[in-house]
């Protein structure tokens, strides 16, 4: 009886109080931890909408719509040019904006490649001049982690797509464009704690719910085809 007693105070109390204090330690840490790498997550997903929304706006700019389809943004990066309109000299100088004045009375004819001309023989003068430039010589170009093939997958999910819309909706009696992209949280946060997730999207649907009216998403989204929102993302 004495050798079980020992036992048990001086080996089984002691590790069932160690099991339980690691249960308990492991209790709070898990959502630290599962919170610290959504956020993680979320980075790399938030750059992604954002590159969406970047080609997006300058699709609209040339085509003056924006598109529904994955492909097209690729291919309008990879293959198409944009309008990009630069201004020399500045409104500010009043000599440059008096001998451009005069110029034009002079030649009310002159192009902005002759004006252009003029300019780099020294000439003080303000004007625009628009140049065609290949989008990808524009847009990402000094982004190293930019990578055109992955804009379409949700980050950390092994192939999960990015859903993506585009309308052409009345508002106020004007024809408005709109998209979005959107990606739930759980093909983002895919090979997490499950449950944790899972409590996460109802958080999330509660919070839309009382945000915007509707609880049938949670995730991150840019745009909205439902109303204009200046692209915003719902992180911003």
């Known amino acids: 009886m004495k050798i079980l007693t020992k036992v048990l105070v001086y080996l089984i109390f002691p590790l069932a109080i160690i099991g339980l204090a690691y ?21 790399v997903a938030i750059q992604r909408l954002k590159d969406i929304r970047t080609l997006q706006n300058a699709y609209k ?10 492909d097209t943004l690729k291919s309008f990066y990879t293959d198409s040019s944009m309008k990009v309109v630069m201004q020399l000299g500045s409104a500010d100088d009043s000599v440059a904006v ?4 005069n110029l034009k009375k002079r030649n009310p004819r002159i192009k902005p490649e002759q004006m252009l001309e003029l300019y780099r023989k ?7 001049i628009e140049n065609e430039i290949p989008v990808k010589d524009t847009l990402f170009k000094n982004r190293k982690d930019f990578n055109l093939d992955s804009l379409a997958f949700v980050p950390f999910s092994h192939g999960d797509s990015i859903k993506m819309a585009a309308v052409v909706k009345t508002v106020s009696g004007v024809k408005v464009p709109l998209f979005e992209a ?19 999207d109802a ?11 509707t609880s ?19 992180w911003e």
């Open 23 to 43: 249960m308990i330690i492991e209790g709070v840490m898990e959502p630290v931890r599962f919170n610290n790498e959504k956020a993680s997550r979320e980075q």
């Open 61 to 70: 700019t040339e085509c003056g719509k924006f598109t529904a389809s994955f």
């Open 98 to 101: 008096a001998n451009t004045e």
């Open 122 to 128: 020294g000439e003080r003068l303000v004007f625009r």
């Open 182 to 200: 959107s990606l739930t949280y759980k093909s983002l946060l895919k090979g997490m704690d499950n449950q944790l997730r899972i409590n996460l």
């Open 203 to 213: 958080s999330e649907k509660e919070r839309n719910e009382k945000k915007y009216g």
């Open 216 to 234: 049938d998403f949670s995730g991150l989204k840019v745009g909205s085809i439902t109303a204009p929102n200046n692209n915003a993302g719902n």
